[in-house]
């Protein structure tokens, strides 16, 4: 009996993702970005509001972690309370990096990453979501959306703007400087 043969699954079911060795190995040991996940009813929950990792890795019952490959653009979520109520909403949308890029030390994003939105506090965050799903209502994954849409909308925040919608127009102009590079 040969061992070594390797048996083909006959059903259609999808197949499982590939391990992170044999992940690194296909695109020439390009560093990954680690994101922590945590859910503990009532008190934590970091999760990831967009984004596509390479990987999913559930290290116990609360926590989990996102890999991302580089450039990839990502929105994590940060909702903490305590017994007298909420203490923290935090929203970042950032771009996982490469080794040469400039990248802003996260905590739970290891090695960090690039930072192109942050809303700190109920109000701005609150304020974030809804164009979040208004772009997603386009028809456009908010991945795909331009990065420079992002710092502005976070340029606002910070300056008490009113906040800029992403139209279809826009993204198609996006889409177009993307073919020219």
Not at 43 to 58: D, K, V
Not at 96 to 106: F, N, S
Not at 110 to 120: C, F, T
Request: glycine fraction near 6%; include cysteine.
């Amino acid at each position: 009996m040969n061992t070594n043969t390797q048996v083909q699954p006959t059903t259609s079911a999808a197949a499982p993702p590939p391990s992170l060795p044999a992940l690194t190995g296909q695109v020439g040991n390009v560093p990954l970005t680690r994101v922590a996940l945590a859910y503990v009813d009532k008190r934590i929950n970091l999760y990831l509001r967009f984004g596509n990792p390479a990987r999913t890795i559930q290290l116990d019952r609360w926590r989990r972690s996102a890999v991302f490959l580089p450039a990839f653009i990502f929105c994590r979520i940060r909702w903490e309370s305590n017994d007298y109520g909420t203490t923290r909403w935090q929203l970042m949308v950032m771009q996982a990096c490469t080794p040469l890029d400039a990248v802003q030390r996260i905590p739970g994003i290891h090695p960090g990453a690039r930072i192109l939105l942050h809303a700190e506090g109920e109000r701005q965050v609150q304020a974030v979501l809804p164009l979040i799903d208004a772009i997603e209502a386009l028809g456009i994954a908010p991945i795909d959306v331009s990065p420079a849409y992002w710092r502005t909308l976070g340029n606002r925040l910070s300056a008490h703007l009113a906040l800029p919608q992403y139209t279809a127009e826009r993204h198609a102009a996006w889409l177009a400087g993307k073919e020219l590079q």
